[in-house]
């Protein structure tokens, strides 16, 4: 994991200051950069009762214009949270590394929609600290899949906007947990 984490961003700066071929009228840019802050929701219902079942989401995505209105991408980001039921302290930190295809189309003056999916790979870590027990510790690492959705109002080069996004994660770990959830949020970035 700590490997993926360096290479992650070495990754993207070199994607991004490539010599593409420049594509002519890309909606969102011939290549862009973002930020988002999210809110993610768990679908689980055990992981409500352990007062972990939703958060904050912090993550960076950028994208390359590959067609006039196709875009591929990769997104790196982070949920954590942590809660307590019944004496138990409970810590959730989950890593998704996305790999995505996304259709953007103007739908008004500097207005874009875009929408897509791709493939992940997730890494969830679950610390508890238990009553006379001591903390115990367990992480998972699998692969998994998302659809989204978003809006962008672009300007100049910045852009700013909303997105949707379910993550359904592979269940064939040895977590216990159910970790699909579903985020909406903001993103804010530049294009190149």
Known sequence: MKNLILI?????LVFFLSTA???VEAPLGDRYIAIKGSYVRMTDSSLERLDIDGGAYVGIEGYVAI??????????????VSGSSNSVKTELIMTPIELNAKYAVDVAENL????GGGLSYNHLKVKQKLPFRGTHTSSDSGSGMQLFSGISYRTGRYLVGLNAKYHIINDESSNRYDTDSWRTGAHMGVTF
């Open 21 to 23: 071929q420049a594509v």
């Open 112 to 115: 874009v929609l875009d929408i």
């Open 67 to 80: 067609l006039n209105n196709i875009y591929v991408g990769a997104e790196y980001g982070q949920y954590r």
């Open 8 to 12: 992650f961003p070495a990754f993207l």
